[in-house]
């Protein structure tokens, strides 16, 4: 009897163990970041290494002036964070961040400081070595975004509205970086079929997405060419994988209304 006891009390304890650990990977929503952190990208690749604070890099601050594509095309961001490796000499060489934080389009790593007839430099690392230093220069994500129009999920902001008002101007050129590009007659709307039962379908407008990325955002790398070639599911964009590569972390959440992409009436 006492043999018996034990091993069902080692099983009930193996069954308790079990459901911890479910219970912390499975049927437990993610949290839900602050309206101002909604695509915010720590940058770590090698800062803590060289005992410098990491970088905070906050997507809302970027999207009011420019298009995701001048970022993630002309100056050669990847999709996901860390794999770019973005190292300190690339800025002060004009790559990456240092294409616009030169102090001509954007800050600099250091400016000049008048004191009386002369001047001198004083670094300003901290406006993005911002990580752990409260007292850090931060753009004021409510005072930036008043006026524009709201939505319910991500930043809270209707990004789409807002351009489409003419309250934001996005650049999508950089002077010696981007490369003069004709027009596209984008294919406007496109049907696309949902396997799952009930569901409306799909529809996908290339002109509202060439906006912000142009095509090569998601062609060929992401989706390919040819219409149907690529198949999906919804899981697959929930891990983060095509449509997922920018929707629940830049993007407007795909957890949040089916509706905001599965618009087309069944009826």
Known sequence: MRRIAMVVATVAVAAVA?????????????????????????MDTYATKAKVAPVVFDHWNHRMQYTCRLCHVDLGFAMRAGETGVRE???????YCGACHNGKEAFGWQRQERKGL?????????RCHSV?????????FYA?????????????????????????HLKDELPGVTRKRKPIRYAG???IHAREFNMPEIVFSHTKH????????????IFGVEKGVTKFTMQDIFEGRFCGACHDKVSFPV????????????F
């Not at 949040?256 to 992409?261: E, S, W």
């Open 144 to 168: 930036a975004t008043k006026g524009l129009p709201k939505s319910a999920y991500g930043n809270h902001i209707d990004w789409l509205a807002a351009e489409a008002q003419g309250l934001l």
């Open 118 to 126: 002369t001047s001198k430099p004083v670094k300003q690392c901290d």
């Open 255 to 266: 957890n949040f209304d089916c509706r905001l992409c599965h618009t087309k009436d069944v």
């Open 132 to 140: 752990g230093k409260p007292d850090a220069p931060k753009a004021d």
């Open 18 to 42: 079990a459901g911890t650990v479910g219970a912390e990977t499975f049927g437990v929503r993610k949290r839900i970041p602050r309206p101002e952190a909604y695509g915010r990208v720590v």
């Open 189 to 191: 709307e496109v049907v």
């Open 89 to 95: 000499q690339d800025n002060r060489h004009d790559l």
């Open 210 to 221: 060439a906006v912000w990325n142009g095509c090569e955002m998601c062609h060929p790398d």
